[in-house]
């Protein structure tokens, strides 16, 4: 259906045009009509017509001005002119309005239905797109509360894999290159301690909608899911620090949403705030917010305010420090060897008289870059393992020691790297061993994945990325091509085969034996009959 308005101060002309839009296009136009300048703005407020057909002099305010006022509250009408003046300067400011059409009367009827019908395509062109954004758009607001908590969970409780934070920030345009952690939790706090979390979490989760949507209109931020009786979101920065004014600021207002709130639904709500971070180390900026929450009584605590977590001297490399045990627990040979050395010529270059700290740091960075490789990677850890380390930090050339020291960080990285590649090709290694061993017998995914004790969808997954083809196709190949063998010979009947190789069903095996050689079994042995002639 489409709305068409007339403004025209001739009656002649009016029933002239409703009668070939009656007559042209029936009931897909609703028309009405207007006779002055002021009666069509008025009549376009009302109506909200998709396309105008507009003469430029009428009584009042003239044609011109009149599209000019109705365009500022419907910006997508389609205005088609027609008028008995064909002066430029008319035609001009037609133009310049964006108008479809400057026609002069008297207009022959089928250029009037052409414009029309132009006009109605442009306008369901419009109206498709108008469509599909919305669309895009509720499948947005379905898909984005996901990615964010994804982005959450990646920060705070991933491997600290930058890679994927940046994956994350990139889906949600998140350009910032720091943040900051705030932590909502629900409930009265006693002896440092909620009373009666699980209530309390169960009447967040009611007002969860309206908690989220009142946290983004007091902070633009990436809002994540429950976690008992907290919502942790985390706040994009830009700049290196946030300034006293700033966090006055920040503090007031989510104090005075919070005590909306509170008002609206009767429940207890305070805020925890981290300090300003890197996206790396937003761990730790959670858990000064949680710090924040559990030293303090206000309804916002923050944890410059109270001198929450660990501080560093200026020119402490800390976000180096963190680079390089990102890159042991991602089990990043090369990427570990470049930042230690990096850090390494920093401490002989900012602390060159203090070389005992140096070696001191360097066992310090040694003994934790090994804990967490075995934390991350597993292995066998063995109490002698590092009985000559004292003696080699404390003896060694300051050459010996940085090359102990990157070859140490290096080991540890590659001991994360090497075990998770085991973790993942072992039960693939076993379980094509079984394939191979037992293809002829009637065995299933669900039998292979049981045997090397993996779930049936995660060993799926894991087979098709080791193996480059899924579980059936792989099956089906060995099959397959043990059958071709046995056929090309003279000891197995064509009814045999199809049995020996795992397939009860003739007329199932033909089908598949076809489908992968072009051919029938009957015909593939024909044909090997004829070359071995």
Not at 62 to 89: L, T
Not at 218 to 234: A, D, L, Q
Not at 406 to 431: F, G
């Amino acid at each position: 259906m489409y709305k068409i308005m007339l403004a025209d101060d001739e009656s002649i002309v009016i029933e002239a045009l409703k009668f070939i839009i009656s007559d042209t296009f029936g009931d897909e136009c609703e028309v009405a009509y207007a006779k002055t300048g002021r009666g069509v703005v008025e009549l376009a407020q009302e109506f909200r017509p998709d396309i105008a057909i507009m003469d430029i002099q009428m009584p009042g305010i003239n044609g011109i001005d009149a599209m000019k006022e109705i365009q500022s509250f419907n910006p997508s009408i389609i205005f088609i002119v027609m008028s008995a003046y064909d002066k430029f300067d008319y035609a001009k400011q037609a133009i310049d309005l964006g108008v479809l059409d400057y026609l002069t009367k008297p207009v022959e009827r089928d250029k009037i239905e052409a414009v029309l019908k132009k006009a109605m395509a442009i306008n369901d062109k419009r109206k498709e797109k108008r469509s599909n954004d919305l669309r895009i758009k509720e499948k947005l607001e379905i898909v984005v509360p996901f990615m964010e908590s994804g982005l959450i969970y990646s920060l705070l409780f991933g491997e600290n894999d930058i890679v994927t934070v940046n994956k994350y920030r990139e889906l949600l345009s998140i350009p910032e290159e720091s943040a900051y952690c705030m932590v909502l939790e629900a409930g009265e706090r006693e002896n440092e301690r909620v009373s009666n979390e699980v209530g309390n979490g169960v009447r967040l989760d009611d007002k969860y909608d309206v908690i989220r949507e009142a946290i983004k209109s007091t902070v633009n931020c990436i809002v994540g899911p429950i976690m008992s009786n907290r919502i942790i979101c985390i706040v994009p920065f830009n700049g290196e620090e946030i300034r006293f004014a700033e966090r006055s600021v920040l503090i007031e207002n989510i104090r005075k949403k919070l005590h909306e709130l509170r008002e609206a639904f009767d429940i207890e709500l305070r805020v925890g705030v981290g300090r300003l971070k890197s996206w790396r180390a937003q761990g730790e900026s959670y858990r000064e917010a949680l710090q924040a929450l559990k030293i303090s009584v206000g309804s916002v605590s923050h944890a410059d305010d109270l001198e929450v977590g660990p501080r560093w001297e200026n020119d402490y490399p800390i976000e180096l420090e963190r680079e390089i045990f990102a890159n042991v627990a991602a089990g990043l040979v090369t990427e570990t060897g470049h930042s230690t050395r990096e850090f390494w010529n920093w401490m002989v270059g900012a602390h060159s008289d203090d070389e005992g700290d140096i070696r001191i740091k360097v066992i310090d960075f040694i003994l934790r870059a090994e804990y967490d490789s075995y934390q991350k990677g597993g292995g066998m850890y063995r109490f002698d393992s590092r009985k000559d380390y004292l003696e080699t930090a404390y003896r060694s050339s300051l050459t010996d020691l940085e090359n102990w020291f990157v070859q140490k960080m290096s080991d540890a990285a590659r001991r994360v790297n090497l075990l998770k590649e085991d973790s993942l090709k072992s039960p693939i290694v076993k379980a094509v061993e079984y394939i191979r061993e037992h293809f002829r017998s009637d065995i299933s995914l669900d039998d292979v994945a049981r045997m090397v004790d993996v779930t049936p969808y995660y060993f799926s997954k894991l087979f098709k990325a080791e193996e480059g083809v899924n579980f059936i196709d792989y099956l089906t190949a060995l099959r397959i091509e043990e059958a071709r063998k046995m056929l090309s010979g003279d000891e197995f009947a064509v009814k045999e085969v199809g049995a020996r190789v795992g397939y009860q069903d003739p007329n199932y095996f033909s089908r598949i034996f076809k489908k992968n050689t072009g051919y029938t079994p009957t015909e593939y042995k024909e044909k090997c009959n004829e070359k071995n002639k």
